[in-house]
């Protein structure tokens, strides 16, 4: 009797979060130059994506699996990751004296989080904790799209019959349609270098690559070496017909 009813309380529980998360709207599909088996990472949009982050997500959300040296990768060079690298902080240790210490940043470091720990991120934030945006690609289901919908949701009007309680805001990408993120974007936020128009739909696409890269940053190398090796494959295949064709040829 009590494992019927552990099946039913399970299956019950199951069907809300289902429905909970259904009632999002669903994501706007957008083309991404890495989608595909031909696609690969735009780097240029992943440096703007990192500008984006770093100027602005970077307040709130952390990217704790990415080292600094990881950005020669997508472009810079040795001299500006030793800088970017500089400009954080990283508490190091201990010393001979057993102490803790606080040291500038190293390209060998894992990128700096905006928070000592949890509590102090959930009392900055009115008690909500802000993601590591490491992985969040990945762990979204149709990431990319969801993270790009989601930060261009936020200037539709909720609808009669959702209430927004204190600190909380309507985005209809959200399941609930609730988020206690404010809006992160707005024209004209941030100065690309390269001169690209920084509207919320550019920044949202640049950041949504350069958090592509950091979810999958072998993904352009996985990607040469499938195609090579299919290649490689397609090559012998041929020959070993070609071969067979002649050395079987007058048999009858």
């Known amino acids: 009797m009590k ?22 709207k669903h994501p706007i599909q957008q083309e991404w130059a890495f989608d595909g088996f031909f ?17 602005v997500c970077s307040a709130c959300h952390g990217i704790h699996r990415v080292a600094y040296r990881n950005l020669k990768e997508i472009g810079f060079t040795e001299g500006e990751i030793k800088t970017i690298a500089q400009s954080y902080t990283v508490v190091d240790g201990p010393n001979d004296d057993g102490e803790m210490f606080e040291r500038l940043g190293r390209p060998a470091d894992y990128f700096v989080p905006p928070y000592k720990n949890e509590k102090a991120a959930r009392a900055a934030n009115n008690g909500a904790y802000p993601l590591d945006l490491s992985l969040i690609i990945k762990a979204r289901e149709d990431g ?47 100065t ?32 040469y070496m499938g195609v090579r090796t299919f290649l490689y494959l397609l090559t012998f295949t041929l020959l070993f017909y070609f071969v067979k064709r002649r050395l079987w040829s007058n048999v009858k």
């Open 39 to 55: 696609g690969k990472q735009d780097v240029q949009s992943i440096q703007r994506g990192f500008q984006v982050y770093r100027e």
């Open 144 to 190: 990319a799209n969801y993270v790009y919908s989601l930060l261009n949701g936020y200037d539709e009007k909720a609808p009669e019959g959702i209430e927004l309680g204190q600190g909380l805001h309507y985005n209809p990408y959200m399941a609930g349609g609730k988020i206690a993120m404010t809006k992160p974007l707005s024209d004209g936020q941030v």
């Open 192 to 223: 690309y270098a390269d001169g690209t128009s920084s509207t919320v739909e550019q920044m949202s696409k640049d950041v949504v690559n350069f958090l592509q890269w950091t979810a999958e940053p072998e993904m352009n190398k996985r990607k």
């Open 3 to 24: 494992k019927i009813f552990s099946t039913v309380l399970f299956s019950l529980l199951a069907t809300n979060i289902a429905l909970a998360a259904s009632d999002a």
